[in-house]
Structure formats: structure tokens, C-alpha cells
């Protein structure tokens, strides 16, 4: 698509209502300006056969301008880290430490003109990015304390660097011209399902101007979905299942083994 076009269908997105992107939004901060931005869908669908998806976000700024930092923030989940001691030649489980309320995935996307270490304060009261969670209601070890938790936690963000539930440093937004943008988040094929939160913040001269939030969820359909509310509404009569098709699978095999 040429540059045109897609400046033509972002303003079309943004200032016509896009009535095919119903979401759940709202402006939280300068409620009597236009939204800043649209999701392009509401809805995740993890089938059998899911490998990624990604959501496109598309937004446009007043005359005014400024700078913008996107948060996309998933279900809350308890989260237990352990750590493998070496004991008597081999390794064995050692003291383990449960977080709770952590996001089960969190990205971060900023524009190029926002330096983040000019509004760290409003990240740290807001509570954006790792290294300002608060980590609060950990239970486990009552030896764990002190800077020894410090491990723990970098061990928390680490893991969901590796799983690509959290980005290391931020993902761009991608401006058609000053006022026009679009952003992109990759969600990989293990993205837990739940409610997603989508913040936008709106930054002029270092001081937030705009705040709007979106939700979205992410979820199975189709046959998994119904195989994953069989497993968790019946687990009986699933098991049950499980085992006579295994057992029928044998019998047949045998036959045509023994026909062939």
C-alpha cells in the first residue's frame, strides 16, 4: 500500500469513528478531545493451529502534536520462581519465592522524541515498566530477604524476556507524518488468554497531556476451546475419554496389523 493510501485510511480510522474496531474504550484524561487511537481488532482467537497474531494500533495527535507511550498489559497471574542449589555433587530445589499479581505479558512501545529518563518520575508512580513493578505479596522462604529477593525478581522479568511476553526495550511507533501513527505488538504463540489492557499516555515537553485505555481479549475458539472447557468443566468424564480412545486406537491398530 502506498504511503498516501495509508495516510488516507488512518484518517478515515481515526476521525470517522471506525465503526468496524468496536472495542471498550475510554479518554481517562482530557475527555473532551477525540480518542487518540483504535485497536484493529477486539479479539485474539487461539486455534488449533495458532503460531502468533499481531495487533496493529492506529492513532492520530492534534495540531498540537506531542510525544506517545503505549502499555499493553495482560491477565495478573501468581508467579513462582525457584532456585536449583548444588547439593552433594547434583542439583536439587532450593528456596522458591511466589509473586503475586505480576502481568503474564507486557509491552512497551514509545515514539522516538520521548526520552523515558525525563518522565522516569510518571513511570515510577504509574508503575510502567519491570523494573518499577511492585512485586508486593511475595510468600515463600522467609530466608529470602533483602537483596537475595533482588534475584528472584530480575529471574521473574528474565523468564518472560525468554518466553517474548515482555519486550527488552521498547517497540516503535511508526509516524506517516507528525500527526498520524501506527503501532504494531507481536503476540507470540504461548500469549496467555485472559483480558488485555491497552494505556496510552500523551506527553508534551515531558508532562502527560492524555491518558486513554482500551481492553481486548485474547482467547481459544473452536475445537481446543471446546477440548479446554471439556478438560477443565468435566476432567472426569475427559479422562475417561482419553482412555477409551487410547484403548480403541490399540485395538485398531492390532486389527489391521493382524488383517495386513
Known sequence: MCKLARVCLLV??????APA???????????SAPPMFHLNKEHIDITAGFIGETLNIYGGLDQDGGDVLFVVTGPLRHIKVMRREKTMGGWMPGKEVVFKNIPSFYRIAASD????????EFLGQQKIGGEHFDFLGATGDKQVKGDAIKDFRQAVLQNQYDKHLYNQGLDKIAFLNPHLFMVSFDFPHNVPV?????????????VEKKHQEAMFTVGQVGSGHVVNQMLKKHSFLYGVTCVFLAIAAGWL???LRRAL
Do not use: H, P
Open 194 to 206: 485472559g483480558t488485555y489492557q491497552v494505556d496510552a499516555y500523551l506527553f508534551e515537553k515531558g
Open 21 to 31: 474496531f468496536a472495542m471498550d474504550s475510554k479518554v481517562v484524561q482530557g475527555s
Open 253 to 255: 491398530s492390532n486389527r
Open 12 to 17: 478515515a480510522l481515526i476521525f470517522c469513528g
Open 113 to 120: 522524541g520521548l526520552s523515558l529518563q525525563n518522565v522516569d
